[in-house]
């Protein structure tokens, strides 16, 4: 069973920056695609970046790309998401999720989920 650990969120300014972690274990994690999920009051949860095993495939939703890098440290069993120049509108809480099936899949596993908040 893969285990999930998010840590990083707190309050940030408009303009500002966060880096997420996500620590794993119980799994291989170089084996798993991940990825990030959040969800914003009051609105349904929503995909935010994936990365694949060895980090050569990325995707990024429209309302992140340019803003948001994730990245994964395989040695470490660490998945990251670096968040530049955050708006408002990125308050949510994020979720660390892993995939055991194809890089398109569902995810399999998902994390207690960390809270972001940006103050304008």
């Known amino acids: 069973q893969v285990q999930l650990v998010e840590s990083g969120g707190g309050l940030a300014q408009a303009g500002g920056s966060l880096r997420l972690s996500c620590a794993t274990s119980?799994?291989?994690?170089?084996?798993?695609?991940m990825g990030w999920f959040r969800q914003a009051p009051g609105k349904e949860r929503e995909f935010v970046a994936r990365i694949s095993r060895r980090a050569l495939m990325k995707n990024y939703a429209d309302p992140v790309k340019g803003r948001f890098t994730i990245s994964r440290d395989n040695a470490k069993n660490t998945v990251y998401l670096q968040m530049n120049s955050l708006k408002p509108e990125d308050t949510a809480v994020y979720y660390c999720v892993a995939y055991s099936g194809s890089y398109y899949d569902s995810p399999d596993y998902w994390g207690k989920g960390t809270l972001v908040t940006v103050s304008s």
């Open positions: 119980g799994g291989t994690f170089s084996n798993n695609a």
